[in-house]
Every structure is written in structure tokens, then in C-alpha cells.
């Protein structure tokens, strides 16, 4: 029988119902509903939030009957019913002022106050929702649960305008502050989003809120194992290995190296990006899906209000605190780039306590940095995309630098730059750094491993390449020659780390000319 995959779906019932290819996570769902009362989980978008959310839904109405075969049935035995208020702030987001986020808010609570009933004198969201809350909980007769997603969606946008963020922060104060007020009626209360807001700025006095964003016991909610692939969803990579004529193991490689790499804490295992496997077993194609509606508008704004060095992403090593961190407290774009999705813990170093953050996987490295080339570079990203960058990978993979170099030097001459990048160009151009980061976001998209400023005995060499059979060693030059370029490679011994690892190691001095913005010559030894 033809396996159903719910792409697009979010709602536990309708997965159930539907039949479709569901993966079991019910038991953490009981662990998660009694491990405390105001529960706080961040995780990066399209990473099943909403349908967990919607599975905690199900379970506190008590609707046992679409559980049948799932791991809860082991641990759950009373099987009773609570009311539950369920709001997605996904849809406030981008209200343009807090007169519009408060009618916004009352809309969305409209649904509960048909159900439960108004009062006139209830006004504001806050009141809206202790309405509610109350009226709910004298008409059932039992405590109420509260379950928030996307709870940060309407701040987003707005993290550094100062002028709008205060006011827009003040009406979802007054919101959450109904969870505190109204404790005594709530049975449980479970608030997730992307970003982590300070409990002092957002939640006010909900003091007991739990976050479990980085607790093991939860680590893989949200996401899928290797162990869940390998044995649910075995039977998909099989028949998507037949489309790639592909043996398992080589199509599980090729899945893992596109989708795995995201770890939510220091101890746990891996997690796979649940919606891009399921639209990749769905559409028997390994492609980046997560970004398909584009690079989030909110996170490029806030890399370049922090001028974040994205050539430094690759591999950062960091404490906590420098990205699980409030996010109106961020003196970096670290802490967002974290909890978004787009840098993930991959070591952990107990004696030091520092964190190395990384790039989680090839989806996330092509999607972020198509995003940011017409950012930092002004080249239009599906430009560069569509022709040049299978000529410049083969050139490449045959070992042909100086081809590789004639591609890129005719493909940049002819891309025309975004609209409003001339001026910019003009200040920029003339810095080595504009054309590291250039070559970097390039070499990026084509599946190659690539760091700038690399540290070495004799100092920083401006960029290696490595591919599966060889090492490319570069050295830029504006305001020199490629053969200057070339002796400063040999002179300060910048290839002799890659000398011993079997590859072919191959060095190359690159001089740009300042004006055309292209290469005009190298050298290659």
C-alpha cells in the first residue's frame, strides 16, 4: 500500500485518522505533561512544534481511541478529560502597531470566548484570556490546560527597533500574565516558540516556568532519530534508494549528510529535520525544503544589525551563555542563529565547559547561504545557482583549477548585482574580506567543506577547500599579485598542515581586480 506522508500537516488527529506515516513520540509527550506544571520548549521552525503541540491537545481531551498502538498506552491508565485552550501566535505576527497585536489577539481568541462565553467589561487580551480561563474551568469543573505555540511570533520582527519593540513587549506582558494570575486553574501550560525571551521581559512573575530546550530527557521531541529512521522509516529510505539507484546504505548516507546534525544538548544523540525527510520521502527527491520559503527575514536583520562575520560559523567554540541567552539580550546574532536552526551544539568539552556551535547539515549550509548572498555579496543567489556552479564542480572535481578559475572570473562578470548594492560596492571592494566572503559563500553552495581565515604555524591562511580527494589551499590578493599571493603560501608554510592527510594538496594565488570585481589572475602550484 502507497505510504501516506503528512507534509503540511500539523494536527495529530488528522495524522492518525489519515493514516499516514506517523512517528511514535507519545511516550515523551507523557513524560513531558507530568515533569512540571509551566513547561517552556524552544526548537527551530518546521521542526514539529505545532504537532506536538496538537498531540498534548489530544491527550488532555482524553481521546484515547487515536492513541490505540502508540507507546502511551503503556503509561497512561486514567485517560481523563480537561478543557484546553490552544492559541498559535503565528498568526500576530507583523501587526504594525500594539493597538493592532491586541485586536489581533482577541481575534484568535474568539473561538474559546464562543465557547466558554464574554464579558463586556473584559477589554484587554490579558482580560480576554482570564475570562476564559475562568469561565472554562467553572464549566468543566476541572483545572484547564494552556498550550502556546509560537508564542514569540509577534516580537520577532520587531527585536531591535526600540520604539516598536517596548510598546508590542508591554501587550504580551499584560497577555502572559494571565498564566500566573490564573495558576490555581491551570493544570498544565505549555509554551513553545524559536527564540527564548527572558522570563523577566515576557512572562513577568511566572517564576516556576521550566525550560527544557536543552534537557536530555527531551532532546529528541522534537525531530527525528537515527534510530526511528532506520526502523519506522526504514521501508521509505528503501524505496527512495530505488529512485537513486542507490543500495540502503548509500541512500541513508546521502539523507543523513542532507538532513542529520542537529543536536539540542551536549549528551544527546543527533536529530534529523522531520519536515524536509518527510517532503524528501514524499517527493522521492533529496533537496534543501526547509528554506523554501526563503532565509527568514528576521534573522538576516539581525545578522546585519550585528555584522556577523558569517565565515565564522563553520565552527565556533563558545560557552552557554554566549548563545542560550535571552533574545532581547543578544549582543551577537548568535543566540538567534542557534535557536533557529541554522548552528547546532556538535562538541562539548566538560574540563573547559565550552560548546563548539556548527552548521547542522548540507540543507541548512545551501539554504542560509543562498539567503545571504545577495546580502553580503550583492550577487543575485539563484544566478550564481543556476549556471556556474555545476561547470565550476566539475572543473574541480578533474582537478582543473585553472578552468575552475576562468568559469568563476566569466560568471562574475556577468551577474548583475542586487538593486541598492552599487554604493556599497564602492566602499567594499577594495577589502580582501569582500572577496573571502565572495569565494566562501560560493564554494558553499556546491557541497564543498570551506573556512576562511584558517589558523596555522606561520599565521591565518585566507581560505581552504577540501574535497574528497584534495585540499585547495587560497590566498587572495586586491592590492597585490597572484604570484605575491603564491610565495606568501609557500613562505609562511601555510599548506604544510594538509600534507599528511592522503589527499592532494593543491595551492592557488588569486589577484581581483578592485574595480571589475572579478579574478584577473592566479597562479597554481
Known sequence: MERKYPVGIQTFSEIIKGRCVYVDKTDLVWQLSHYAKYIFLSR???FGKSLLTSTLESYFKGEKQLFEGLKIMELEKEWQQYPVIRLSLSTAKG????AELRDKLA??????????????DEKTPGGIFAGIIRRA????GKQVVVLLDEYDAPLLEVLHEKEMLAPMRKVMQEFYQTLKDSEEMIKFCFITGITKFSQLSIFSTINNLLNVTLDPAFAAICGITEKELTTTLRPDIERLAEKYNLN????????KLQYDGYHFTEESEGVYNPYSLMKAFLQRKVASYWFESGTPTFLIQQMQHFRTDIMSLDRMEVFSSEFDQPTEAMESALPLLYQSGYLTIKDYDEETETYTLSIPNQEVRIGYVEGL???YTGLEAGRVKAGFTMKFWLALKRHDVDLAMREMRAYLASIPYVEGFKKKLEDIATSEGFYEYTMYLIFSTLNFYVRTQVKCAGGRVDMVVWMPDATYVFELKVNGTAGEALEQIDSKDYALPYQTDGRTVVKVGVQFDAETRVPVDWVIS
Open 44 to 46: 527551530p521552525r518546521r
Open 95 to 98: 501587526q504594525d502597531s500594539p
Open 107 to 120: 481575534l484568535l481568541m474568539k473561538p474559546y470566548k464562543e465557547e466558554y462565553g464574554s464579558d463586556p
Open 137 to 140: 474551568y467553572k464549566k468543566a
Open 248 to 255: 540502503y546504505e548509500g541512500m541513508h548516507e546521502k539523507l
Open 373 to 375: 548572498l545577495p546580502v
